[in-house]
T-cell receptor
Framework: KAGVTQTPRYLIKTRGQQVTLSCSPI?????VSWYQQTPGQGLQFLFE???????NKGNFPGRFSGRQFSNSRSEMNVSTLELGDSALYLC?????????????????FGPGTRLTVL | GDSVTQMEGPVTLSEEAFLTINCTYT??????LFWYVQYPGEGLQLLLK?????DKGSNKGFEATYRKETTSFHLEKGSVQVSDSAVYFC?????????????????FGQGTILTVHP
């Protein structure tokens, strides 16, 4: 099976702009999670989508948003970019089973999108 | 809330040395535990996992045992290679809550940089 793919791999934006990142999960996986990785804060959870619905959200401002399409592909959007948004953005997919909340599904990560805000 | 603490790094070893990277956690439920590895310029790769107490995860010579009594999941390898040089992350997933507050969320330690010299 093909792995998780993310596009683009690199982005350079200026403050105030907005950006959209894309993630295609492993075939058959219905859950997509997004993370921000920075040297100072490490890996932080942004949000998770399952069957086009956001099920969980981390502690990030409303400038960070996402969505998921019927084919499970997901996008995240950051509006009004700030210098501090420069980071590696990682998405991960897992199979997940909506009705069995006690099941833990392994997450598989994509290569990430490196966002630089100037 | 959930948290993961890894030993302070970086760790520098000679080839064929024994490796231990300590990881301890706090969680409100019954977490699954993971070790991920990140090579330069890449995303995270799953190294191994354990889903319940006393489980041992293993892969590529690496091992870790889920110790509920000490809330630990230390990573070990008997003989490291130069190719093992990377950043290692301990993580937990606490999806036992039917309330859904943990869906799709991995909580990560701060990462440990491992450098192996020939």
């Amino acid at each position: 099976k093909a792995g998780v793919t993310q596009t683009p791999r690199y982005l350079i934006k200026t403050r105030g702009q907005q950006v959209t990142l894309s993630c295609s999960p492993i075939s058959g996986h219905r859950s997509v999670s997004w993370y921000q990785q920075t040297p100072g804060q490490g890996l932080q959870f942004l949000f998770e989508y399952f069957s086009e619905t956001q099920r969980n959200k981390g502690n990030f401002p409303g400038r960070f948003s996402g969505r998921q399409f019927s084919n499970s592909r997901s996008e995240m959007n950051v509006s009004t970019l700030e210098l501090g948004d420069s980071a590696l953005y990682l998405c991960a997919s897992s199979y997940s089973r909506k009705t069995l909340a006690t099941i833990t599904d392994t997450q598989y990560f994509g290569p990430g999108t490196r966002l630089t805000v100037l | 809330g959930d948290s993961v603490t890894q030993m302070e790094g970086p760790v520098t070893l000679s080839e064929e040395a024994f490796l231990t990277i300590n990881c301890t956690y706090t969680a409100t439920g019954y977490p699954s535990l993971f070790w991920y590895v990140q090579y330069p310029g890449e995303g995270l790769q799953l190294l191994l996992k354990a889903t319940k107490a006393d489980d041992k995860g293993s892969n590529k010579g690496f091992e870790a045992t889920y110790r509920k009594e000490t809330t630990s999941f230390h990573l070990e390898k008997g003989s490291v290679q130069v190719s093992d040089s990377a950043v290692y992350f301990c993580a937990l997933s606490d999806q036992a809550n039917a309330g859904g507050t943990s869906y799709g969320k991995l909580t990560f330690g701060q990462g440990t940089i491992l450098t192996v010299h020939p």
